[in-house]
């Protein structure tokens, strides 16, 4: 599903903002969760970056730190992430900041060794804001899951649907 030439650019411009957090988020964990620390590991002869010593275990977050401008996606009412040795993945849902009826899913990548980022806002019409419902879990899933993972979300007009990972589609399951 493509954006708007608006959103592009807002991903554009949010992409350094998301950086700078991806950084912070990379060095300190987001919920204090020493599990979840991402430290850089020896230079990677791969790629220009570095891979990361820890991983963070797959998880649904409550306040996720959201890597698009709130000019795009608000509210934010969940997120899901995960990182591997390689690359961060979250997605986080809600609605669509001009149209709350449209409830979206923004997933965001960074890859480490490659320095690279990307993101993608699904919509979804008429299901008001997107609450992710079930997502992978845990330690161990962290690479399959943002290569394959498959997130379930339900919106508030009862909608509900499956984001898969693999190729950034959704099937809608409730209307």
């Not at 891979?51 to 969940?78: C, E, W, Y």
């Amino acid at each position: 599903m493509r954006t708007d030439t608006g959103i592009r650019n807002a991903h554009r411009l949010a992409a350094l903002a998301a950086l700078v957090a991806a950084v912070a988020l990379a060095g300190c964990g987001s919920d204090g969760d020493t599990e979840s620390r991402t430290t850089p590991a020896d230079v990677g002869e791969s790629g220009s970056g570095q891979l990361m010593k820890d991983t963070t275990p797959a998880a649904i977050v409550d306040h996720p730190q959201g890597f698009v401008s709130s000019d795009v996606l608000r509210p934010v009412v969940n997120g899901w992430r995960t990182s591997s040795t390689e690359t961060f993945t979250e997605v986080d849902a809600g609605a669509v900041a001009y149209d709350r009826s449209t409830g979206a899913l923004a997933i965001f990548r960074h890859d480490f060794v490659e320095i690279a980022q990307s993101s993608n806002l699904i919509k979804v019409k008429d299901s008001g804001p997107l609450t992710i419902t079930k997502a992978p879990e845990g330690k161990g899933v962290e690479e399959f899951a943002q290569e394959d993972g498959e997130i379930e979300f339900e919106g508030k007009t009862g909608v509900t649907g499956t984001l898969d990972l693999s190729d950034d589609s959704v099937s809608l399951s409730g209307r």
